[in-house]
T-cell receptor, first 114, second 110 residues
Framework: DVKVTQSSRYLVKRTGEKVFLECVQD?????MFWYRQDPGLGLRLIYF???????EKGDIPEGYSVSREKKERFSLILESASTNQTSMYLC?????????????FGEGSWLTVV | QKEVEQDPGPLSVPEGAIVSLNCTYS??????FMWYRQYSRKGPELLMY????GNKEDGRFTAQVDKSSKYISLFIRDSQPSDSATYLC??????????FGSGTRLLVRP
């Protein structure tokens, strides 16, 4: 069974704090993604990574950075959290060529910035 | 105009009804089509995946793709209260770009 694990389900952070959201996949997938999901706005891509140490900006990268030092792990970093970053964050992974490029999601991390 | 359009609902049906969920798209380069189900406060889970035009069936779920009309559908037979969720369509084009619909909220009443 495919597995994408987000280590923190619920977090409350203060404005200005540095926040790390961790994601691990056990499917040996090349691609990994970070999305945020807000009511009425759907899924918005923050960053994605084609492979280890590679990253590409998505649609809303401002205020975020990422790190992918190992194939199975993709971290999202909020350098200085702000209240408008309160959201649900979803990590996902995908393998080219198998399962028709389907993408698998983690359970989500609910971040509240106060 | 969005690349993928999906009615947000909510769609409310009685238990046992046949449900039809739909997405339209504008980019003829889309090749792969997926449906995800998302329960409240959970991540989306993959329900169905299709590549070509036509129908694909899995239990009570049928995914339909009409590339000529740029229209995809998900049918749920004998709907159950446990089917109440948000359903997201997703599409991948020839450059592997992935686009999601905004989701349709479904409520199946007992």
């Amino acid at each position: 069974d495919v597995k994408v694990t987000q280590s923190s389900r619920y977090l409350v952070k203060r404005t200005g704090e540095k926040v790390f959201l961790e994601c691990v996949q056990d499917m040996d997938h090349e691609n990994m993604f970070w999305y945020r999901q807000d009511p009425g706005l759907g899924l918005r891509l923050i960053y994605f990574s084609y492979d280890v140490k590679m990253k590409e900006k998505g649609d809303i990268p401002e205020g975020y950075s990422v790190s992918r030092e190992k194939k199975e792990r993709f971290s999202l970093i909020l350098e200085s959290a702000s209240t408008n970053q309160t959201s649900m964050y979803l990590c996902a992974s995908r393998s080219f060529g198998t399962s028709g490029n389907t993408i698998y999601f983690g359970e989500g991390s609910w971040l509240t910035v106060v | 105009q969005k690349e993928v359009e999906q009615d947000p609902g909510p769609l409310s049906v009685p238990e046992g009804a046949i449900v039809s969920l739909n997405c339209t798209y504008s980019n003829s380069a889309f090749q792969y089509f997926m449906w995800y189900r998302q329960y409240s406060r959970k991540g989306p889970e993959l329900l169905m995946y299709t590549y070509s035009s036509g129908n694909k069936e899995d239990g009570r779920f049928t995914a339909q793709v009409d590339k000529s009309s740029k229209y995809i559908s998900l049918f749920i037979r004998d709907s159950q209260p446990s089917d109440s969720a948000t359903y997201l369509c997703a599409m991948v084009d020839s450059s592997y770009k992935l686009i999601f619909g905004s989701g349709t909220r479904l409520l199946v009443r007992p």
